[in-house]
């Protein structure tokens, strides 16, 4: 059974920075995307950033050149590197792990069937 456990969410100031955790399995990473998803009250989820198993990152708009994910070496662990952090970014993140979907990974939910219980990120102006 798939496992996503992520961690690292807390509350911070506009302009901080975060680094959320998932935990998975080198298995998983090595024969999924994987990818952070955010949900805000009253909105739909949505994709913040995916990783593929070549190592092609994809990111929103809304979070492109504040937001890095990566993989640790044993690739048990994705990492979401947040700076520049803003009010709107404040959700409930999510990590997912799903079958591959071409060279660079999908940030539609659909394509996900693996999601971790999600951590809290707060951002306040």
């Known amino acids: 059974q798939v496992q996503l456990v992520e961690s690292g969410g807390s509350s911070v100031q506009s302009g901080g920075s975060l680094r959320l955790s998932c935990a998975t399995s080198?298995?998983?990473?090595?024969?999924?995307?994987l990818g952070w998803f955010r949900q805000a009250p009253g909105k739909e989820r949505e994709g913040v950033a995916t990783?593929?198993?070549?190592?092609?990152?994809s990111y929103a708009d809304s979070v492109r050149g504040r937001f890095t994910i990566s993989q640790d070496g044993t690739k048990n662990t994705l990492y979401l590197n947040m700076n520049d952090l803003k009010p709107e970014d404040t959700a409930m993140y999510y990590c997912a792990a799903g079958p591959l979907s071409g060279i660079v990974c999908s940030r539609f939910n659909y394509r996900y069937n693996y999601w971790g219980q999600g951590t809290q990120v707060t951002v306040s102006s």
């Open positions: 080198e298995y998983i990473s090595s024969n999924s995307c």
């Open positions: 990783l593929g198993t070549r190592g092609i990152p």
